[in-house]
């Protein structure tokens, strides 16, 4: 049973379109994080969210964490062939001794 | 320190044979994570160590799994009887000592396993 869903599962768009990643559970989170993916690497932490209703930008990418700590989003502005990945969203429960991750979202952009 | 160093990178081995992994985290983190990952699926939780104690075993960790960090620095993760169905990629990770929920991980590169 995963405790975090993706969706979409797969997103294929062109360079310069806006795009949102959702990331949703049943579980209150106390914390949320993102991460991005590139073929045989590790994911590389993007941001962590702690807060409920909290947003964060990072350059065209904005995360919000919901109100009640179950779900959040990614938002990329005019997507670049360099945002190619699959990003990946890991919440901790309680002390967060780990974290869950989502099924995950791959992205294309195509130049 | 340049980050967490997994070898090998990649590893095939034959259907019943044993593997051993090693991760190097970075050297001023207290807690290593070993997790899996599966074509297409995020990585799954193993194990986790905070210095050479393990705290925490996922049921993915059947009794052919055994993990240590003997001395709270490099940490070895070993299959015995290795089946097809452990053909993924081995990821290891380390955070700082605190209040996990305000760190993230940094993850090595994994460990490819292809057992045939």
């Known amino acids: 049973t995963q405790l975090l869903e993706q969706s979409p599962q797969f997103l294929s768009i062109q360079e310069g379109e806006n795009l949102t990643v959702y990331c949703n559970s049943s579980s209150v989170f106390s914390s949320l994080q993102w991460y991005r993916q590139e073929p045989g690497e590790g994911p590389v932490l993007l941001v962590t969210v702690v807060t409920g209703g909290e947003v964060k930008k990072l350059k065209r990418l904005t995360f919000q964490f919901g109100d009640a700590r179950k779900d959040s989003s990614l938002h990329i502005t005019a997507a670049q062939p360099g945002d190619t990945g699959l990003y990946l969203c890991?919440?901790?429960?309680?002390?967060?001794?780990?974290?869950?991750f989502g099924t995950g979202t791959s992205l294309t952009v195509i130049p | 320190d340049t980050g967490v160093s997994q070898d090998p990178r990649h590893k095939i081995t034959k259907r019943g044979q044993n593997v051993t992994f090693r991760c190097d985290p970075i050297s001023e983190h207290n807690r290593l994570y070993w997790y899996r990952q599966t074509l297409g699926q995020g990585p799954e939780f193993l194990t986790y160590f905070q210095n050479e104690a393990q705290l925490e075993k996922s049921r993915l960790l059947s009794d052919r799994f055994s993990a240590e960090r003997p001395k709270g620095s490099f940490s070895t993760l070993e299959i015995q009887r290795t089946e097809q169905g452990d053909s993924a990629m081995y990821l290891c990770?380390?955070?700082?000592?605190?209040?996990?929920?305000?760190?993230?991980?940094?993850f090595g590169s994994g460990t490819r396993l292809t057992v045939v």
């Open positions: 890991a919440g901790s429960v309680g002390t967060g001794n780990q974290f869950y």
């Open positions: 990770a380390s955070s700082p000592f605190g209040i996990s929920r305000n760190y993230g991980y940094t």
